[in-house]
């Protein structure tokens, strides 16, 4: 009983802190730059603070490895994402995808139960017919989510990511929850790729709203999953990486953002994000990346992302789960479709994600993110 109650007791505290982080965050704010709903909760976690001086993202400050994997706590927001498309020995398809987001509250700096981080993550897994998630919330500075660079390791809980060096690989992820597990062993089969200006990618075509990127878009899975009823499955495929970091990733009039990241084959993965504005055109920029370690920056006149019909979740929203991608330069003309429609998910900052398809010029697979609807 008395293990129950010390849990219990800290389950409430993080929740607790959670509130008061994320009242701070919306307090911080203009209220008129909100809309209703779960959009409040991503423009306020998303948006810098107008009275908190954060570090800015700057094009004359290139990203440099490994230096750059370590966290960056000058700035508001650290960002990593990690996407694997797997099958099991029968050919049954999962997807796997896990977030670890920082957030600053402020701008003190300050150390211990003062610190002004904030940590999330979530990890889910999705077949054509099920899904599993959960999320972690944890306050900086009391050792209960962090980071250390010699090793590599990002942890919050007993969740974790390791390595035994400076770099994310080749890493393990390791997540146990009380209704699945994960245990994924993850190698680069490819190069580390800087996107953008030196690793400055902007996100508006008119406001001065970029972030600093790292992705690692070849890299070769290999593991477990545990699933319902404590059944075992082995599964390999390929993943996807990246870290992004800044200070304020929307802009006032942003709505939210589409993002695709699709395995055109072995040799050739390809990144494209259309960011939607209330009162302007949407904004499109990405990455076609090649194994040899080529790297061509893609934008807005380079790519055209259409949504193709919306679908009706089960939480009522209209999300469109269907979208037409095209690079003409390149050859690329794809339709996507979901692997679950069921990818919506409800955490504290909520936006569609989960494994897709391609049809059309090339037969592939990958992952796609949707915010603010």
């Known amino acids: ?13 993080v929740v607790v802190m959670t509130v008061v982080t994320l009242v701070a965050l919306y307090l911080n704010n203009s209220p008129q730059s909100f ?45 990593w994402h990690f996407f694997a498309n797997v099958k099991d020995q029968k050919g049954n398809e999962y997807g796997v995808q896990w977030s670890y987001f920082r957030v600053a509250s402020n701008d003190s700096g300050m150390s211990g139960w003062l610190s002004p981080q904030l940590f999330i993550s979530h990890i889910v897994i999705s077949s054509k017919d099920q899904v599993w998630r959960e999320q972690r919330v944890a306050r900086g500075g009391i050792g209960q989510a962090g980071m250390t660079v010699k090793p590599f390791k990002l942890w919050i809980d007993n969740w974790y990511w390791r390595s035994l060096g400076k770099t994310p690989f080749p890493g393990l992820l390791d997540v146990k929850t009380d209704n699945f597990a994960i245990s994924l062993k993850t190698l ?8 953008g200006d030196r690793g400055y990618v ?26 319902a009823n404590n059944k075992v499955v082995s599964v390999s495929g390929q993943g996807w990486m990246s870290k992004e970091w800044g200070s304020g990733l929307l802009a006032e009039s942003q709505k939210g953002w589409d993002w695709f990241v699709v395995h055109l084959d072995n040799d050739m993965t390809i990144s494209v994000s259309r960011s939607r504005h209330e009162k302007q055109l949407s904004y499109s920029f990405g990455t076609l990346s090649s194994n040899d370690g080529k790297v061509e ?44 429609n069921d990818i919506w998910l409800p955490f504290i900052i909520p936006y569609g994600e989960g494994p897709i398809k391609t049809t059309g010029t090339h037969q592939a697979f990958g992952f796609m993110q949707l915010t603010g609807y």
């Open 202 to 227: 902007p996100k508006h075509d008119l406001l001065p709203i970029a972030s600093h990127n790292i992705t690692s878009p070849f890299l070769e899975v290999r593991g477990e999953l545990k699933l």
């Open 297 to 340: 920056r893609l934008d807005d006149s380079d790519i055209t992302i259409t949504p193709l019909d919306e679908t009706v979740l089960r939480n009522g929203k209209r999300v469109p789960l269907q979208w037409s991608i095209k690079v003409p330069k390149h050859g690329i003309d794809v339709n996507t479709q979901a692997l679950n």
């Open 1 to 13: 009983m008395k293990v129950k109650i010390k849990r219990t007791t800290k389950i409430f505290l």
């Open 188 to 195: 680069t089969k490819g190069p580390f790729v800087i996107p």
């Open 35 to 79: 809309v209703s709903g779960e959009e409040d909760e991503l423009s306020y976690a998303l948006r810098a603070p107008r009275d908190q001086i954060f570090e800015p993202v700057l094009p004359d400050s290139p990203v440099i490895l490994p230096r750059d994997f370590a966290f960056h706590n000058k700035f508001q927001h650290g960002w």
